[in-house]
């Protein structure tokens, strides 16, 4: 049973019409128009992930650092069968997989400030058949006539229909503000930022491309002779033609040789290309820090202390903790889902991956530390 239908992908032939024809416009002239709305801006924040490749990298690593889970039951026999149900369940048209699901789940919430997904139910057997990860282009979420009742609306043939059965429904807000039941993505505030980043780039393949492939001027100055003077206009069509011949792409090298007062200058010879490197790293920056993500992982070799980079590496540890604290409610719906239809009665705990060794390894020495200063106060406690 399908809540949601499949529609076909939409091509970017949206983005590519707001490109102007100015070349100085980079390919992703959307970002410069800019405004902050309230509703999700979809090909927005999908334009600034494929414009500026750091921050596409950026939420790939903070999915994949999320790590995997599983589920914990007293009932050792049901634990077994509910594992195996997550990591056997279908997910879309060709996964397999809670954590696939997951991970398909939190990058469309990061990136867009909402994820919707679907737990659809087989009829015949009356079971999960599948999980959906449903596109935000189909969905519309509104409050209903309770500003603590969520309502999902399937858009179809140009109209809002309410969706039949909203508990299959499921539906995560990253830091959504009061009154307002879409989230914010991790991206918002970013484009005014990237949109400098893009400018600067263009300019410099710009500048590259007039180095690369160098302009010339040739400038014919007729002499006082009349003789000269009379067949100037000839004289300047015939050097023309001989130097566009001798500059020829893909022929053999010649030489130019003009009689006459001929001066030939490259064309911004004299101009100094500007040092891009102190802007771009003020722009990397602020997206850098609007990630939370330490700038070595993205290969961003700043200078950076040991003692830095123990206190950046804590900052990602606790953004992946509240990532997960958002996920948690979505793995619980599926599980007691799959309690209920299966004619089960119990409570489900969840338990992540660790997220690195030094982790563990703080965790173990704080708690030693504890123990021990636990025990000197119940010594001094007895004397």
Request: hydrophobic content about 40%.
């Amino acid at each position: 049973m399908r809540l949601f239908g499949i529609k076909e992908k939409q091509t970017n032939a949206a983005v590519q019409t707001a490109v102007s024809s100015n070349n100085m416009n980079h390919p992703f002239n959307v970002l410069s128009q800019y405004m902050p709305l309230s509703n999700t801006e979809i090909r927005l924040y999908s334009t600034l992930r494929e414009a500026v490749p750091i921050i596409d990298a950026a939420i790939s690593k903070i999915v994949r650092l999320v790590g995997e889970c599983k589920v914990k039951c007293e009932d050792k026999e049901i634990e077994h069968r509910v594992n195996k149900f997550l990591s056997d369940v279908q997910v879309n048209a060709c996964g397999q997989g809670i954590n696939q699901f997951l991970a398909t789940h939190l990058n469309q919430l990061i990136t867009y400030g909402t994820a919707i997904s679907e737990i659809v139910i087989n009829p015949n057997s009356e079971n999960i058949h599948s999980l959906y990860n449903a596109s935000l282009n189909d969905v519309e979420l509104r409050i209903d006539d309770s500003p603590l009742k969520l309502m999902v609306c399937r858009k179809e043939d140009g109209k809002l229909q309410p969706i039949k059965y909203p508990e299959l429904i499921l539906v995560s807000a990253l830091n959504p503000e009061p009154g307002n039941v879409y989230g914010n993505s991790i991206m918002k505030g970013l484009p005014f930022v990237s949109n400098i980043l893009l400018k600067i780039y263009n300019t410099i393949g710009i500048n590259w491309e007039r180095v690369g492939n160098v302009r010339f001027a040739v400038t014919y100055k007729p002499s006082s002779d009349a003789g000269e003077r009379a067949y100037s206009k000839e004289r300047a069509t015939q050097i023309a033609k001989e130097w566009s011949r001798t500059m020829k792409n893909g022929g053999p090298p010649s030489d130019f040789i003009a009689v006459g007062d001929v001066d030939i200058k490259v064309i911004g010879a004299d101009n100094q290309i500007l040092d891009s490197q102190i802007p771009v790293r003020q722009m990397l920056e602020q997206i850098v820090s609007k990630l939370s993500i330490p700038p070595f992982l993205l290969g961003l070799n700043w200078s950076t202390s040991e003692r830095m980079s123990t206190q950046q590496a804590d900052i990602l540890t606790s953004e992946l903790d509240g990532y997960r604290r958002i996920l948690n409610p979505i793995v619980s719906r599926i599980c007691s889902m799959w309690a209920k239809l299966n004619g089960y009665q119990c409570d489900f705990e969840i338990e992540w991956d660790n997220i690195n060794l030094q982790d563990e390894v703080q965790i173990a020495n704080a708690k030693l530390m504890y123990a021990r200063a636990r025990e000197i106060e119940k010594r001094l406690e007895e004397k």
